[in-house]
DNA sequence: CGGCTAATTGATAAATTTCAAGGGCAGTGG
DNA sequence: CCACTGCCCTTGAAATTTATCAATTAGCCG
C-alpha cells in the first residue's frame, strides 16, 4: 500500500515517468498502462549528448528515465544558461527546427530516455492529460523566471533545491531523507544565474545554517518548512 | 501589397490578434475569417484589473486587442516579477485555480480583449495553430529566462526592446520607425528584475550611446541590427 | 601513485541596490 | 490662467551583492 516503497523495492518495473503520469492524470492501473504502452525503447546516452526531435513532428515528448538533463541556450560569447532542468520521470518537450530556438536539450549526466508516441494523447484517459504536462512545464518555466528575476542567491538555491525535492517525488522517488543531485556546481551555477564560486559560497551558508546536508550524489533539505517560508516556495501539488 | 499600411489605414477591423494568428499559420482569408469569428465581444478593463479564467475550462486564451498586460508573481515580502509581458495581439493563456500556480495575469495599461472559444482550434486549418502559439509563448519565457539569468542590464533591455518590437510588428503594427511601450520604468524594472534606478540608468546609456531614442509612450531602435548583436537577439521568425 | 574533475578559498573589482531628494509634466479645480 | 497634486523620471552617494582572478585542496578512478 505504500507506493514509494513498493516503487523502490520492485526497481526493475519502476518507471518514473509512467509513475509521475499516473498521479498527475489520477489514472488507474489500465490507464497507467497504456501510457506506459506508448513508450518506445528506452536509449542510452552519455553526459553531453543532445536529444533531438523525432518522429518526424514538429513536437515530441521523451521520457526521461534515468539521469538528468538540461535545455540549454548559448550565447556568442559562451556564456551558458541552463534554462530548464530536466530529472527522471520528466517529459521532455522536444521542438523541432525553429520552432525550438537556439535552445538544445543535453544529457547533463549519463541518461536513458524513451520517445513518447503522441498517439497516446488521443486515448481517453490521457486527452486531458497533455494539457497538464503542459502547464506544469510552464508553471516551472516561470519558478525559474521569478528565481532569476527576484530572488537573492541564497533564495535561489533553496527554492531550486525544494522543487527539485517535489518533482522526484512526484515521480514516485522516496525524497524523505534524502534526493538526488547530480549536478556539480558549475552547472547549478548555470541553471540559478550565479558563478560557480558564489554557488559554492551559497551552498556552504545553507549547509552552515543547517538547512541542507549534502550526501554522497544527494541532498538533504533538513528543514523544509522553514525553507519554503524563507524562499517563498510554493508546493506545485498545491 | 503592403500588409502593414493596409493594417494601418484601414483601423476599424484592424485587428490585432487576427492579423498575428493569421501569418503565424500561413492562413487564407477564410482562415482568418474563421478566427476572428470565434472571438468572443471584447470586454475593456481599467489598469490593474485582473484577466481570469472563463467558460468554465482549466485553460482558456484572451486575445489582447489593445494595451498592455503581464503574468506577475508577488512574493509574500511584496517583491514582484513579471514574468511575462504581453501585446496587443497576444493570446493570453489563463489557467483556472491550482493550475496557475501563484501567477495573476494584470493589465498594465488600460486593456480591450476578448476571450478565444477554444472550439477554433478544432477546425481544419487551425489545428496546428494552438500548438505554434504555445511554442512561441514558450520560446517568449525562455528568452526571459536567458535575459535574466546570463545577460547584463544593458543586454537585457536592449535584448526586450528588440523582442517587443518583433511581437508588435508580428501583430501587423509598422514598428519601422517606432513602436508603443507605454510601460512606466518601474514595470520594465520589474520585468527585467532591475531597479526602477538601474533600469532609468541602463536607459539613458543606451539613449546617449544612440541606440534607442524614446518618443511619446514609444520608443525607436536606431541601430537594430548592432543592437541584436550586441544583445543576442535571434529574431523569432528564424 | 598519478591524473582527472570538482569543490573550496582569499583578495579584489564590478554591477546593482538602497536611500533620499529633486525635477518635469499633465490634469484638475479654483 | 495659475497653483496644486500625483505620477513618473532623474540624480548622487553609499552600501551590498555578485563576479573575477588565481590558487589550493579534496576525491575518485585506473
Known amino acids: 500500500m505504500n507506493v514509494v516503497s513498493l516503487a523502490r ?51 515530441t515528448h521523451r521520457a526521461l528515465l534515468s539521469g538528468w538533463a538540461g535545455r540549454v541556450r548559448i550565447l556568442a560569447d559562451g556564456r551558458r544558461q541552463i534554462v530548464e532542468l530536466f530529472v ?10 525553429a520552432l525550438s530556438g537556439s535552445d ?15 498517439a497516446v494523447w488521443q486515448d481517453e484517459p490521457l486527452t486531458a ?3 497538464k504536462v503542459g502547464c506544469v512545464a510552464t508553471r516551472l518555466l516561470r519558478n525559474q523566471i521569478m528565481r532569476l528575476g527576484r530572488q537573492s542567491a541564497y533564495e535561489r538555491l533553496g527554492h531550486l533545491l525544494l522543487e527539485l525535492r517535489e518533482r522526484q517525488a512526484a515521480a514516485g522517488f522516496d525524497v524523505r531523507t534524502s534526493f538526488a543531485m547530480p549536478l556539480t556546481q558549475e ?3 548555470e541553471a540559478l544565474g550565479l558563478t560557480t564560486v558564489h554557488l559554492n559560497r551559497t551552498m556552504q551558508l545553507l549547509r552552515r545554517e543547517l538547512m ?13 518548512d522553514t525553507l519554503a517560508r524563507m524562499t517563498d516556495y510554493q508546493p506545485l501539488s498545491a
Request: glycine share 6%; hydrophobic share 45%; no cysteine.
Open 9 to 59: 523495492s520492485d526497481i526493475l518495473d519502476f518507471n518514473p515517468a509512467v509513475e509521475r503520469v499516473r498521479r498527475l492524470g489520477e489514472l488507474d492501473q489500465a490507464g497507467a498502462d497504456r501510457f506506459a504502452a506508448a513508450l518506445f525503447p528506452p536509449r542510452r546516452q552519455s553526459v553531453r549528448a543532445t536529444l533531438a526531435a523525432e518522429l518526424n513532428r514538429p513536437v
Open 88 to 97: 527522471p520521470g520528466d517529459l521532455i518537450q522536444i521542438e523541432a527546427g
Open 104 to 118: 538544445t536539450v543535453v544529457a547533463l549526466t549519463d541518461i536513458v530516455s524513451s520517445a513518447v508516441d503522441p
Open 129 to 131: 492529460l497533455e494539457l
Open 187 to 189: 552547472m547549478l551555477g
Open 212 to 224: 541542507v546536508r549534502s550526501t554522497r550524489n544527494g541532498v538533504e533539505l533538513l528543514d523544509p
